[in-house]
């Protein structure tokens, strides 16, 4: 009698046991990947197309080193674009000189240009700024900017792609 209550607790527990691991398997599997973006190309395909130095921030959310980028203080009017796919993202209009090393923008027109994501990485709490188009990372956006927006999209110069305004030293 005994043994057979034995049985049945541990089938029981068996039986429980085989429950809660259902339970944990069927568990929607938490999100990895980014949301899908119009622009997707392997890793191996960007490595291809984009120099080492955009590679490393497009690709792996690298910094440029402050004060080193082509645009930094780079004033002339027209377009930056991403430059791994060519989406339209600040106006020079909006582009304003800070100190920090890295162009800035006072703000984006188009918002649904840009993806804002929380970032808790070295251990500071900012907003990274990606390419809605693409995915790759352009830099961060601080509500410290002096301009009358608040914000300061900090942009490393090699995300970024410029586009001259022509219209506009056709007509002078
Ligand atoms: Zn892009």
Not at 21 to 41: C, G, H, I
Not at 75 to 89: N, V
Not at 107 to 124: R, V
Request: glycine share 8%; proline share 4%.
């Amino acid at each position: 009698m005994k043994q057979i209550k034995m049985l049945t607790i541990i089938a029981i527990s068996a039986l429980l046991i085989a429950f809660v691991y259902s339970q944990l398997e069927s568990k929607p599997k938490e999100k990895k990947t980014m949301d899908k973006m119009p622009v997707e190309k392997t890793d191996a395909e960007w490595k291809k197309e984009l120099t080492p130095d955009q590679y490393r921030v497009l690709r792996e959310k690298g910094t440029e080193r402050p004060g080193t980028g082509e645009y930094n203080l780079h004033f002339e009017d027209g377009m930056y674009k991403c430059a791994a796919c060519g989406s339209s993202l600040f106006g020079s209009d909006t582009k304003f000189e800070s100190d920090c090393g890295w162009p800035s923008f006072s703000e984006i027109k188009d918002k649904s240009k840009i993806k804002e994501i929380k970032d808790t990485s070295h251990g500071m709490i900012r907003t990274e700024v990606v390419c809605a188009n693409c995915g790759g990372h352009l830099g961060h956006v601080f509500n410290d900017g002096p301009t009358s927006t608040g914000l300061r999209y900090c942009i490393n110069s090699v995300s970024l792609d410029f586009a001259p305004d022509t219209s506009k030293s056709e007509n002078k």
